[in-house]
């Protein structure tokens, strides 16, 4: 009796030692280096999104939550975000290093079958820009 005791406790607890998930150092989330760039190749200095228009989105396919990038300093900005598929589209205002501030839109990956892959530990994604008629 002691024995079947013993045994049946050594292999409830091999069980329960070995049923648990250890993390693999799998992340769930992705650092993303977004870099933005005009047709003419002129120098970002910061390029504010604007978030009041219905067609500016960094949205996950998957969960349907919406992000906010941040400002680009100098065409770029940096911003941590679950891993998944995403869909971006914006219209901005971007303020050159000459101080000029141009209306200017990104709609590169606006529709599920231009959807952005964002599956890395890192990423690394760059913007075309367009300029706006004014």
Request: aromatic share 10%; net charge negative; with cysteine.
């Amino acid at each position: 009796m002691k024995t079947t005791y013993c045994s049946i406790l050594l292999v409830t607890a091999f069980l329960s030692l070995t049923s648990c998930k250890v993390d693999g150092g799998e992340n769930i989330y992705s650092e993303v280096d977004f870099s933005a760039c005009l047709p003419d190749d002129a120098q970002i200095a910061v390029l504010r999104i604007d978030y009041t228009l219905a067609g500016s989105f960094l949205r996950n396919i998957n969960t349907d939550y919406e992000y906010t990038l941040p400002a680009f300093i100098n065409g770029s900005c940096h911003i941590k975000l679950r891993k998944g598929i995403y869909l971006l589209s914006f219209d901005g205002d971007a303020t050159l290093a000459d101080g000029t501030v141009r209306r200017v839109r990104f709609a590169g990956h606006s529709v599920n079958r231009d959807a952005l892959p964002l599956t890395g530990d890192h990423e690394t994604v760059l913007l075309n820009l367009a300029y706006l008629q004014q």
